[in-house]
């Protein structure tokens, strides 16, 4: 579409989460893919771990990983959804496992609750509004989104974002009626969006 974006644009649930760990002190341990992985490189994540982070991590999200998390949470450690999505659209077009299943298991087997960094928490849309001096007018903002409740329910309803729905990625047939209060629109793609609201 030809936008230009520097990375310092992108306010994404990694921000919050690194954000989260820097206030905090925490020395996490951290199920995410490697180049998620990346963007942590400077925190310490020594162990004892005193917070265990997942995110979207196909390949950590498997049973040595889950239970080398459950010990630390057994230890004391606090348990942080980076975001509970039940499922995301794979590469293959096919819906695949989102975090959301395995952080509710870690929750279930240690009896915590886990903190949400990520959408669809308010907290969330609250410092992503703030990083772009838009706490103040929330209702200026749109949300786009192919999950009705994770990317425009939440903190994005409560907030009053204008939310966009765009039946692409694991956006399924039937979707909207999912919706606890009506969306601004539903959309084809993004660019339709886009053509929608910022006409040349």
Do not use: W
Request: aromatic share 8%; hydrophobic share 40%.
């Amino acid at each position: 579409m030809g936008f230009e974006v520097d990375r310092s644009e992108i306010f994404s649930s990694l921000s919050a989460a690194k954000q989260l760990i820097t206030d905090r002190g925490y020395r996490p341990l951290l199920l995410l893919e490697d180049d998620a992985l990346s963007q942590f490189s400077d925190i310490d994540q020594s162990a004892p771990h005193n917070a265990v982070f997942i995110g979207l991590a196909p390949s950590k999200l498997d049973y040595e990983h889950l239970n080398q998390a459950f010990q630390a949470l057994l230890n004391g450690a606090d348990l942080v959804g980076i975001h509970r999505a039940r499922y995301f659209a794979s590469s293959e077009k096919q819906l695949s496992l989102g975090p959301g299943p395995f952080v509710t298991a870690l929750e279930s087997a240690t009896d915590k609750t886990a903190e949400l960094v990520g959408k669809p928490a308010r907290a969330f849309y609250q410092l992503a509004l703030a990083d772009m001096g838009l706490l103040s007018d929330p209702g200026s903002v749109a949300m786009v989104g192919d999950d009705v409740l994770a990317d425009l329910g939440g903190g994005a309803q409560e907030l009053g974002l204008q939310r966009y729905l765009v039946r692409t990625g694991k956006y399924r047939p039937g979707d909207e009626a999912k919706a606890s209060a009506p969306l601004d629109g539903t959309f084809d793609s993004f660019a339709a969006i886009v053509h929608e609201l910022c006409p040349t």
